[in-house]
């Protein structure tokens, strides 16, 4: 009932950004909190980033400073902005929200989106 869609990802070299978009549709009437995970080849999913509803965000300790996460609530999007990508960065990225139709809350992920990145 509830879609998330990334967009952004691709190849980039080194001290490259990219600009990562997750648009929320379906049964919606808003986004509560949303955040941004990545996973790498043979290693397990992590927490990028996360933003709530009153739009205080976190970061996990190693992107600080490089990556920052928005959210445009009337377009119901989530957005990564990352900045000075390196090769350890390169992994699949998704997104994850908790939306509510007003009756029921959803959680939701998104089926992620390749970033690669060149050294």
């Known amino acids: 009932q509830v879609q998330l869609v990334e967009s952004g990802g691709g190849l980039v070299q080194a001290g490259g950004s990219l600009r990562l978009s997750c648009a929320a549709s379906?049964?919606?009437?808003?986004?509560?909190?949303a955040g941004w995970h990545r996973q790498a080849p043979g290693k397990q999913r992590e927490l990028v980033a996360s933003?709530?509803?009153?739009?205080?965000?976190k970061y996990a300790d190693s992107l600080k400073g490089r990556f920052t996460i928005s959210r445009d609530n009337t377009k119901n999007t989530v957005y990564l902005q990352m900045n000075s990508l390196k090769p350890e960065d390169t992994a699949v990225y998704y997104c994850?929200?908790?939306?509510?139709?007003?009756?029921?809350?959803?959680?939701?992920w998104g089926q992620g989106t390749q970033v690669t990145v060149s050294s």
């Open positions: 933003i709530t509803s009153e739009f205080s965000t």
């Open positions: 994850n929200a908790v939306t509510t139709n007003g009756i029921l809350w959803f959680d939701s």
């Open positions: 379906g049964s919606i009437f808003s986004v509560n909190a």
